[in-house]
């Protein structure tokens, strides 16, 4: 029997070590840069549209998506990030950040917009105020192992998924609290805090397989 070796693809320069950015306006941004560190990326903490350029993939950590799209405004970084997502920039978006990469959202604020990218429908806050913040064991479709242990606070859900979305986590109430599609990955949940990096080596490795690269700034 012979076997055919493929010789791979032209590959972005340095995918082995990836350039991840980081959103750096609020949240564990520190927690989040060290996990995709130890996993091999290079990091870039990203505050400004110039930060964007030559990333492969993007960390969006939670935080208040509310206050973080008026920060994403007030740094210029709104429209060329959801340019980048549209165009297949790979995303981590956990908690806030899964709300910032929903197309649709229950209980927004006046005028909250997100960047989209996931056709989901999702509900701030779900859980309700008495369960503020909570630790769980959840099961993600593409981890290997035991359930990952995570924490919610003030969590949102995902109440509606699109046809190309996957589910890649739920509640056992049947609450879906993770999401694909491709190597667009959000959760409801933190999974920095534990120090478990599961989820953050799946996400390095859908970067690595993506080969994507933000490309430099057009400058009207
Ligand atoms: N409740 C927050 C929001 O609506 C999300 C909380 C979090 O990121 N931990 O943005």
């Not at 959801?82 to 995303?91: E, S």
């Not at 959202?105 to 509900?123: C, N």
């Not at 953050?200 to 080969?211: G, I, N, Q």
Request: charged share 20%; glycine share 12%.
């Amino acid at each position: 029997m012979t076997f055919l070796h493929l010789t791979a693809s032209p590959s972005v320069a340095g995918s082995d070590h990836p350039l991840i950015g980081v959103l750096a306006l609020q949240g564990d941004v520190r927690e989040h840069s060290a996990m995709v560190r130890e996993l091999g990326a290079q990091v870039r903490k990203v505050r400004k549209p110039e930060h964007l350029e030559g990333i492969q993939g993007l960390v969006i950590p939670g935080g208040e998506s509310s206050v973080m799209d008026k920060l994403l405004r007030i740094f210029g970084l709104h429209q060329p990030l959801k340019v980048a997502i549209a165009d297949g920039l790979p995303v981590l978006g956990t908690c806030a950040g899964l709300i910032m990469l929903a197309d649709n959202l229950e209980d927004a604020i006046v005028g909250q917009e997100t960047l989209g990218g996931l056709d989901i429908t999702v509900r701030r806050n779900a859980f309700g105020s008495q369960v503020e913040s909570s630790e769980a064991d959840v099961a993600i479709s593409g981890v290997e192992g035991p359930p990952l242990r995570v924490a919610f606070i003030r969590a949102p859900v995902v109440t509606r998924v699109g046809e190309d979305v996957a589910i890649i986590a739920s509640l056992p109430g049947g609450e879906v609290v993770g999401v694909r599609r491709g190597p667009l990955i959000g959760v409801a949940f933190h999974p920095e805090i534990t120090g478990d990096d599961r989820l953050h080596r799946l996400f390095v490795e859908s970067v690595r397989r993506a080969k994507f690269q933000v490309p430099a700034l057009q400058t009207a």
